[in-house]
T-cell receptor
Framework: GAGVSQSPSNKVTEKGKDVELRCDPISGHTALYWYRQSLGQGLEFLIYFQGNSAPDKSGLPSDRFSAERTGGSVSTLTIQRTQQEDSAVYLC??????????????FGPGTRLTVL | QKEVEQDPGPLSVPEGAIVSLNCTYSNSAFQYFMWYRQYSRKGPELLMYTYSSGNKEDGRFTAQVDKSSKYISLFIRDSQPSDSATYLCASPPGSARQLTFGSGTQLTVLP
């Protein structure tokens, strides 16, 4: 079956512009996660959705970052007024049920964001 | 100090070698421990997970957890060039659902 998909695969933008990154989780997965992977910081958690709610937004680095999830499926991560330090690979993952103590997270291929 | 520290690498070994990858963690609330493998330009994929202390074997891979020393290991026997990837240890802290990752070790297995 289809895995987690993300679009675009690559995004180059100019400093100060807004960007939207999209994630399509595996069908039926209620939990969705956004992570960021950069050379200096490794893989860092950004936000977690259970259904359409986000019980944990603790990883969002600033108020320029926001995310939403609609219909318990697709999620969009928005970065406003992008800065060069936002350059990273943004990874989305989904799992069957985030309320259980352990659930395997399946990752998408990521969106590589470059801010010039 | 990061909650999960991982040997920095990169690591280069000849085909057939036994590989040892290691992490330490500081949060006593960690109970599940995962190893993810990430090929270049791909997302991480789960290789193995263990619960609490002990060993778990899957083919050529063995995951080991020692909670008393807060030490996590992944052993790869008879390493193959196809094992060349970045290996990431991870754990969900306490009741949290997101994963805390180590920085990753880049492994190259030379034919």
């Amino acid at each position: 079956g289809a895995g987690v998909s993300q679009s675009p695969s690559n995004k180059v933008t100019e400093k100060g512009k807004d960007v939207e990154l999209r994630c399509d989780p595996i069908s039926g997965h209620t939990a969705l996660y956004w992570y960021r992977q950069s050379l200096g910081q490794g893989l860092e958690f950004l936000i977690y959705f259970q259904g359409n709610s986000a019980p944990d937004k603790s990883g969002l680095p600033s108020d320029r970052f926001s995310a939403e999830r609609t219909g318990g499926s697709v999620s969009t991560l928005t970065i406003q007024r992008t800065q060069q330090e936002d350059s990273a690979v943004y990874l989305c993952a989904s799992s069957l049920d985030g309320t259980l103590s352990y659930n395997e997270q399946f990752f998408g291929p990521g969106t590589r964001l470059t801010v010039l | 100090q990061k909650e999960v520290e991982q040997d920095p690498g990169p690591l280069s070994v000849p085909e057939g070698a036994i590989v040892s990858l290691n992490c330490t963690y500081s949060n006593s609330a960690f109970q599940y421990f995962m190893w993810y493998r990430q090929y270049s330009r791909k997302g991480p994929e789960l290789l193995m997970y263990t619960y609490s202390s002990g060993n778990k074997e899957d083919g050529r891979f063995t995951a080991q957890v020692d909670k008393s020393s807060k030490y996590i290991s992944l052993f790869i026997r008879d390493s193959q060039p196809s094992d060349s990837a970045t290996y990431l240890c991870a754990s969900p802290p306490g009741s949290a659902r997101q994963l805390t990752f180590g920085s990753g070790t880049q492994l190259t297995v030379l034919p």
